[in-house]
């Protein structure tokens, strides 16, 4: 199965770098899309200039995160889709590898790689899942949560309240790749209130119930099997929360 990535950014000159060396050496992702969500420090001509291959969508002004995913969708040439944050450090290409490879044969309908060096507190609260922007999924299902209202740091909720109506089958697994946190770009004060808000606008959106639900019992771990791929249990018959 083919797959195209897409990388959402916004000033990350100094970190995409790091991320891009290993992505465009996955051979099973066939196309890499990223999307300079307005960026002022040149990062979309850096990206442009050492690497020729990969497709870089311009936005003249910053719109947020869903919004640059959703313009960078429409530039898509394959079913299968893995979203990748541009701050990363540490990426495995073997992860990477694993992962595709793993979803393509495990019958899920996403595959979440989970931030397994998180600290203490975030894993306390799952975002080192339910937030994690790393992500298999299929373009027909990403279509259509992009056609709701979805803005900012909403996007990775607003997924997985889409694949528990739906009761589509999600798993995750363990990625050592570490996001760069607020605190590190902006410093303390105005990185811990970004911190804030970004979780207040997602609670918002959701509501508390669902994300209550995401919290206690959204997705598990994927557990490898060998030949034929995985049933697909109905998880959650009893929950329909929009």
Known sequence: MKVTCLIPFYNERERIAQVLEVVTQVGSINQVVCVDDGSTDGAADFVRHHWPEVEVVRLEQNQGKAAAIQHGLKDAQHELILL???????????????????????????????????????????????????????????????????????????INRYMINRRKLVRWMPWSAMNTYKVDKLGVLEGSLREFYMYVEIVHYVGFVHMMVQLSSFTRKLKKQKGAAQSRPRLLQSIKLF
């Not at 992860?95 to 507190?121: K, Q, T, Y």
């Not at 975002?127 to 803005?151: A, C, H, N, T």
């Open 84 to 158: 990748m944050d541009a701050d990363l450090q540490e990426l495995q290409k073997e992860e990477l590898d694993e992962a595709i490879e793993a979803f393509c044969h495990h019958g899920v309908d996403m595959l979440i790689l989970r931030r397994i060096n998180s600290p203490w507190f975030v894993k306390w609260y799952r975002s080192d899942i339910l937030l994690s922007g790393e992500r298999l999924l299929y373009r027909k299902d990403l279509e259509e949560v992009m056609s709701q209202p979805v803005e900012r740091y909403q996007l990775e909720v607003a």
